[in-house]
C-alpha cells in the first residue's frame, strides 16, 4: 500500500507541474506547478463568487433561491470536466516514464488508479471552491442554514 501511495504522490506533483510552465532552473519548476495550481484555485474562486453572489440575488427574487446549488453544481461539473481533460492527456495517458512506471512491483490497475486519483483529488480542489462559492451565494440569497443546507451542499 506504501508504493500505492508513493506512486499517487508522484503523480500528482506530475499533474502539478503539468499544469504549470517549463522554467529552466529547477527551482522555477518546483514552484511553478503549485502557484499555477493557486493561481487556478484562485481564479476559481473569484468566477464562483462573480457568478454565485448574483445568481443568489436573482433566484432569491425569484422564489428559489435553492437553484444557485444546481446551477453552480453544474458549472463546476462543466470546469472538471475541462481540466480533467486537459491532465489526462498528459497524467493518465502520456507513455513517456510508462516503462519504468510498469517495472515497479505495482500492478497496471494500481497505477492506474494512483493517476486517476490525482486527477480526482485535483477536481475535487475545484469542485470545493465552487461548492463555497454557491454556499455564499445561497446565504445571500437568505436561504437557511442547518442540515438541509449540508445536505444540499454535499
Known sequence: MNKFWAVFRVSFRYLVYSLGFQGRKKKARDTSGWLVLGLVLGLNLLLGVIYGLPMGVLFAQMGRPQLV???????????????????????????????????????????????????????????????????LGWVVSGGALGVWFVLALL
Do not use: H
Request: charged share 10%; proline share 1%.
Open 69 to 135: 446549488l444546481a446551477v453552480m453544481g453544474m458549472m463546476a461539473t462543466a470546469l472538471c470536466t475541462a481540466f480533467t481533460v486537459v491532465g489526462a492527456k498528459d497524467v493518465v495517458f502520456g507513455t513517456k516514464d510508462m516503462d519504468i512506471m510498469l517495472s515497479l512491483p505495482l500492478s497496471g490497475a494500481q497505477l492506474l488508479a494512483a493517476r486517476l486519483g490525482a486527477l480526482y483529488l485535483e477536481n475535487a480542489a475545484i469542485t470545493f471552491v465552487w461548492t463555497a462559492c454557491a454556499g
